[in-house]
């Protein structure tokens, strides 16, 4: 095997460069064309499912699809003990969570396209069976409204008789005010980084 020629070798060089170049201006109009097709989504308001944020106008189709899912999930699934999900599920802030959330992944597998998918038995096993699990899990909410066979209103979750560590009454908007102002305090103003550990 001969060495090759130096100048033979700075050839081939600048000829890799050159492709390389290329590529890489085609690669950039690529991206931008792909950036034009994308649909512009506003990532700075919550969407429309977040039910604190719904208006008069999504509340209650929402309210209405979810209303079916459940119905479908109880029916069609044959839900029954330990998972059927009680007619009491719209009155249980959490279950509408969940169940919103699954109707989300719902939607997400089943409303493609005609061709064979997996999103199906992604949505099935990763989502439904846990979901509807975690929902109907002993002492949660729709379990004991199960149980009972009734509504069981769960109770409103408080504060009252919580002690800080001296013994005071926990006030959370002061202590909520503290921690985010010593946050705030060991940042860096330049960076936003922090300056030292979080607590």
């Known amino acids: 095997m001969t060495n090759p020629n130096p100048a033979d070798l700075a050839r081939a060089l600048a000829e890799l460069r050159t492709h390389h170049l290329r590529l890489t201006d085609t690669v950039e109009h690529l991206v931008d064309a792909l950036e034009t097709l994308r649909p512009t989504i506003d990532r700075t308001q919550p969407g429309g499912w977040s039910w604190a944020h719904l208006d008069t106008d999504r509340a209650p189709t929402l309210w209405h699809q979810l209303d079916h899912f459940v119905h479908q999930l109880n029916t069609r699934e044959e839900l029954t003990n330990p998972h059927h999900i009680p007619p009491c599920?719209?009155?249980?802030?959490?279950?509408?969570?969940?169940?919103t959330a699954l109707l989300a992944a719902w939607q997400d597998a089943y409303h493609r396209p005609a061709e064979p998918t997996t999103a199906l038995i992604v949505y099935r096993h990763h989502y439904l069976w846990?979901?509807?699990?975690?929902?109907?899990?002993?002492?949660?909410?729709?379990?004991?409204?199960?149980?009972?066979?009734?509504?069981?209103?769960?109770p409103e979750p408080?504060?009252?008789?919580?002690?800080?560590?001296?013994?005071?009454p926990y006030a959370p908007a002061a202590r909520l005010a503290q921690h985010i102002a010593r946050d705030i305090a060991r940042r860096a103003p330049s960076n936003g980084g922090l300056t030292s550990p979080p607590p």
């Open 130 to 154: 846990p979901t509807l699990t975690r929902l109907t899990d002993t002492n949660t909410p729709l379990r004991r409204c199960i149980d009972k066979d009734q509504h069981t209103p769960s």
């Open 89 to 99: 599920w719209h009155q249980h802030p959490r279950a509408v969570e969940d169940l």
């Open 158 to 168: 408080t504060n009252d008789g919580y002690l800080d560590f001296n013994g005071h």
